[in-house]
């Protein structure tokens, strides 16, 4: 069953489909909404540097964890796009947050741009993809730009067969450029990303692997209308800024695109104070 924790600091509800989803929710409940939504395999302690300068700011901040990762239930079925903006939605519904800014990175921006498509009832206010996998990171004969298919298996590969090392693997290279010449590695930012893999299943880590690369978002981001903003660093080696922001921000109907050189795929945790900047002037404006 539902519950919440005194003062809806965090809590769990209980969707359609029977999934029980993590979230936080700190805030005045009067205050202005944002809405974060994590990256794969993460969770939603991976926005710790926004939704603390976020709440300084006087907003509302809400984050939950994606179903089988984080602290959400560890179904075996479920991981995609719809389940995923489904889920969104029964968080929304059980806050009463209507109305919100809602700000996705990586996989998190597929699941805003599906949730804004699929649920029309919702009236979001406006939207923000950060380093996000949209229109369709997947080579096929209709977008020859993308990154073969052999990458995603790749990645499902090493999730079934040995994640631990992946997920150490991942944040210690490209996910946050530390494999580059002139970044200095930080070893806490690297367990921190370990423990937020770990701490979910793999099979919805597996699974996420084919929503997040193979979801085709190209026809329902032309029908968004509200202010969207597109943030992606130019030295992205996950999400590569050519085949995503960049055709993203073509897309969309009302869309401001910023780039960042030398940014990495994480740059909200690695660059916070510029990324945290930026969505604030976009937010208030």
Same mark, same amino acid.
């Given at each position: 069953?539902?519950?919440?924790?005194?003062?809806?600091?965090?809590?769990?509800?209980?969707?359609?489909?029977?999934?029980?989803?993590?979230?936080?929710?700190?805030?005045?409940?009067?205050?202005?909404?944002?809405?974060?939504?994590?990256?794969?395999?993460?969770? =939603?302690?991976?926005?710790?540097?926004?939704?603390?300068?976020? !709440?300084?700011?006087?907003?509302?901040?809400?984050?939950?964890?994606?179903?089988?990762?984080?602290?959400?239930?560890?179904?075996?079925?479920?991981?995609?796009?719809?389940?995923?903006?489904?889920?969104? =939605?029964?968080?929304?519904?059980?806050?009463?947050?209507?109305? @919100?800014?809602?700000?996705?990175?990586?996989?998190?921006?597929?699941?805003?741009?599906?949730?804004?498509?699929?649920?029309?009832?919702?009236?979001?206010?406006?939207?923000?993809?950060?380093?996000?996998?949209?229109?369709?990171?997947?080579?096929?004969?209709? *977008?020859?730009?993308?990154?073969?298919?052999?990458?995603?298996?790749?990645?499902?590969? *090493?999730?079934?067969?040995?994640? @631990?090392?992946?997920? *150490?693997?991942?944040?210690?290279?490209?996910?946050?450029?530390?494999?580059?010449?002139?970044?200095?590695?930080?070893?806490?930012?690297?367990?921190?990303?370990?423990?937020?893999?770990?701490?979910?299943?793999?099979?919805?880590?597996?699974?996420?692997?084919?929503?997040?690369?193979?979801?085709?978002?190209?026809?329902?981001?032309?029908?968004?209308?509200?202010?969207?903003?597109?943030?992606?660093?130019?030295?992205?080696?996950?999400?590569?800024?050519?085949?995503?922001?960049?055709?993203?921000?073509?897309?969309?109907?009302?869309?401001? !695109?910023?780039?960042?050189?030398?940014?990495?795929?994480?740059?909200?945790?690695?660059?916070?104070?510029?990324?945290?900047?930026?969505?604030?002037?976009?937010?208030?404006?």
């Amino acid at each position: 069953m539902p519950y919440e924790i005194e003062d809806r600091e965090m809590g769990y509800v209980t969707t359609d489909d029977n999934v029980e989803i993590y979230y936080k929710d700190w805030g005045p409940k009067d205050a202005p909404v944002i809405f974060f939504h994590h990256g794969w395999p993460l969770s =939603a302690d991976d926005w710790d540097a926004q939704m603390m300068f976020f !709440l300084g700011e006087g907003f509302r901040v809400v984050a939950a964890d994606r179903r089988g990762h984080g602290r959400s239930e560890q179904v075996w079925d479920g991981h995609d796009m719809d389940h995923y903006a489904d889920d969104t =939605a029964a968080v929304v519904k059980h806050l009463g947050i209507e109305g @919100a800014v809602h700000v996705g990175h990586s996989t998190g921006g597929g699941v805003v741009v599906r949730y804004i498509t699929r649920h029309h009832e919702d009236k979001v206010a406006k939207g923000v993809l950060i380093s996000a996998v949209p229109p369709l990171m997947v080579k096929t004969d209709d *977008n020859p730009d993308g990154l073969d298919k052999s990458i995603f298996d790749d990645f499902q590969k *090493n999730t079934k067969e040995n994640r @631990a090392q992946f997920f *150490n693997d991942v944040p210690s290279g490209p996910f946050y450029n530390f494999d580059q010449d002139g970044v200095e590695a930080s070893e806490p930012l690297i367990h921190n990303w370990w423990r937020q893999g770990m701490m979910g299943g793999a099979k919805a880590h597996y699974d996420s692997i084919v929503a997040f690369s193979q979801t085709d978002f190209r026809e329902e981001m032309k029908t968004i209308t509200i202010p969207m903003l597109v943030m992606h660093g130019e030295a992205d080696q996950v999400v590569p800024f050519e085949i995503s922001g960049k055709k993203s921000a073509e897309l969309l109907q009302n869309s401001t !695109l910023k780039t960042y050189p030398g940014f990495p795929h994480g740059m909200p945790t690695t660059e916070a104070d510029t990324i945290n900047a930026d969505l604030l002037a976009f937010i208030r404006s």
